[in-house]
């Protein structure tokens, strides 16, 4: 027998061997799930290539986009890790596994996160017109930017791949634009974020009654298609300040993915006040960011 014969008849052995999940094992994985699940807990699935997959199955109640698109698992005080083939999720490397059980071929590991932290303020609950302003600054000139609602632009499929477009997001009046929605990262990792779409200037963002803690956390990235062509000199800068004070500044490079940043914020921990973000240098890159207090 030629020797591809034999490697197919090994992949066709593997392909239906016992660790293949069924439909049903996968529904039998979900019940489980559900049955021990309280709010605010986290599902994640292992390998990263069976999310889909999980996804189907355990719907929206439990893999909902504020997990799967998750900025990272600092926030989650438990999370479940539901694996095949002996996988696991990195970022729940540190944490402490209290349970495991199986279902046919798939491990349920239940996860408590050793240093959970309260999220006081999260930006991105706080998107629209109610509890957020947005203005294009060029040179001494600061131009509204108005809300508009509308149906979103998914971002394909295809190479190159856009981003995914918000429908609600504030337009502004010399081009661009600033709403939530969901960054496909270097990575290939899904983000929900801040996209900040301005080819000049300053894009000025305020954030009202924004309660403040020890410290302001945050990530950035760009679009995964553009940021696959890095540059040493492009960056964005983003500054944060609050009661007429500068809190700290990112610069994000071009080509380095997913990348956290954090601020002490001792001196205002306890207070209540307005955040102003300037994000700069944005250009064609689809940015994107997400913050939160802490």
């Known amino acids: 027998m030629p020797l ?44 990263f290539w069976a999310d889909p997959l ?14 799967e698109a998750r900025p990272d698992v600092s926030r989650f005080p438990r999370a479940f890790e539901v694996s095949i083939r002996g996988s696991h999720d990195a970022e729940l490397a540190h944490w402490r596994k209290v349970s495991e059980r199986k279902v046919g071929p798939v491990s349920i590991g239940l996860y408590e996160n050793p240093s959970p932290l309260k999220i006081l303020t999260d930006l991105l609950e706080r998107v629209g017109p109610e509890k957020m302003t947005v203005a294009k600054v060029e ?4 131009q509204a930017c108005t809300w508009s609602h509308g149906a979103g632009q998914p971002g394909g499929l295809g190479v190159p791949q856009g981003p995914a477009i918000p429908g609600d ?8 634009y600033v709403g939530a929605a969901v960054l496909h990262a270097l990575d290939h990792h899904p983000h929900l974020c801040l996209f900040v779409s301005s080819t000049s200037g300053t894009v000025k963002l305020r954030f009202a009654d924004v309660d403040f803690g020890e410290a302001l956390h945050g990530h950035a990235g760009v679009q995964w298609v553009t940021d696959r062509t890095p540059s040493a000199e492009e960056k964005t800068k983003l500054a944060f300040s609050a009661f007429d004070r500068p809190i700290g500044q990112h610069a994000h490079r071009i080509g380095t993915g997913w990348v956290p940043f954090e601020f002490p914020t001792p001196d205002i921990a306890g207070k209540r006040g307005e955040l102003v973000v300037e994000v700069t240098g944005s250009g064609q890159r689809q940015f994107c960011f997400e913050a939160d207090t802490r």
């Open 169 to 176: 997001k504030f337009n502004c009046p010399s081009g661009g």
């Open 139 to 142: 040179g001494e000139h600061e």
């Open 54 to 67: 999980g996804r189907r199955f355990f719907g929206h109640e439990l893999a909902g986009i504020k997990g």
């Open 4 to 47: 591809v014969g034999v490697v197919e008849l090994v992949l066709h052995a593997k392909q239906t061997s016992g660790d293949v999940v069924t439909d049903d094992q996968w529904v039998a994985a979900r019940d489980a799930v559900r049955s021990e699940a309280k709010p605010g807990d986290l599902v994640v699935f292992a390998p």
